[in-house]
T-cell receptor, first 113, second 115 residues
Framework: DGGITQSPKYLFRKEGQNVTLSCEQNLNHDAMYWYRQDPGQGLRLIYYSQIVNDFQKGDIAEGYSVSREKKESFPLTVTSAQKNPTAFYLC????????????FGSGTRLTVV | AQTVTQSQPEMSVQEAETVTLSCTYDTSESNYYLFWYKQPPSRQMILVIRQEAYKQQNATENRFSVNFQKAAKSFSLKISDSQLGDTAMYFCAFYGVASGSRLTFGEGTQLTVNP
């Protein structure tokens, strides 16, 4: 079945370390997104990419980096510059045509200790 | 920039009763779409219902319906005959065609359905 795979489901890292969250989709979707979810703040957009080798900053890009070398993959790196990295991270994708075709992954819970 | 506001952080309802979740938004765009997403404890995001701004008729999906007031920029979700499985976080979301390729979410409303 087609879908989005985020791994791992839970991730623990020590403060000061960079960590990369994986997002892979086999839906042949053009656009991919990273959202951060914190209690009481909804989902906030970190980065998004509409085509391979191109991406744009969202509302809270500071302390994060991404790459889009393949259509299927959109990894997110949480760097040591991110002040409060502990959060739930959701990846999503969307077909290039049509507004309705958003698909979400099951998320990664990152805890920095 | 678009903003989406959900003013009810938590709500509860008795099983089989009706509940309405509120959402307001602010935009200067005329062509846009509005959505309600459900996030159960599994944290998987599930599309509940969508509304095209150019349509005057309110969208309905089984027990879920919306009250879309375009002039007031209001988009509430009504859940009829509430079921225990409706317990979840509900997010209102906005997509503007001109601003392109991104969903803007509200803060969410945690709905609990009590037996």
């Amino acid at each position: 079945d087609g879908g989005i795979t985020q791994s791992p489901k839970y991730l623990f890292r020590k403060e000061g370390q960079n960590v990369t969250l994986s997002c892979e989709q086999n839906l042949n979707h053009d656009a991919m997104y990273w959202y951060r979810q914190d209690p009481g703040q909804g989902l906030r957009l970190i980065y998004y990419s509409q085509i391979v080798n191109d991406f744009q900053k969202g509302d809270i890009a500071e302390g994060y980096s991404v790459s889009r070398e393949k259509k299927e993959s959109f990894p997110l790196t949480v760097t040591s510059a991110q002040k409060n990295p502990t959060a739930f991270y959701l990846c999503a994708s969307r077909t290039g045509t049509g507004v309705y075709g958003y698909t979400f992954g099951s998320g990664t819970r990152l805890t920095v200790v | 920039a678009q903003t989406v506001t959900q003013s009810q952080p938590e709500m509860s309802v008795q099983e089989a009763e009706t509940v309405t979740l509120s959402c307001t938004y602010d935009t200067s765009e005329s062509n846009y779409y509005l959505f309600w997403y459900k996030q159960p404890p599994s944290r998987q995001m599930i599309l509940v219902i969508r509304q095209e701004a150019y349509k005057q008729q309110n969208a309905t999906e089984n027990r879920f319906s919306v009250n879309f007031q375009k002039a007031a920029k209001s988009f509430s979700l009504k859940i009829s005959d509430s079921q225990l499985g409706d317990t979840a976080m509900y997010f209102c979301a906005f997509y503007g065609v001109a601003s392109g390729s991104r969903l803007t979410f509200g803060e969410g409303t945690q709905l609990t359905v009590n037996p």
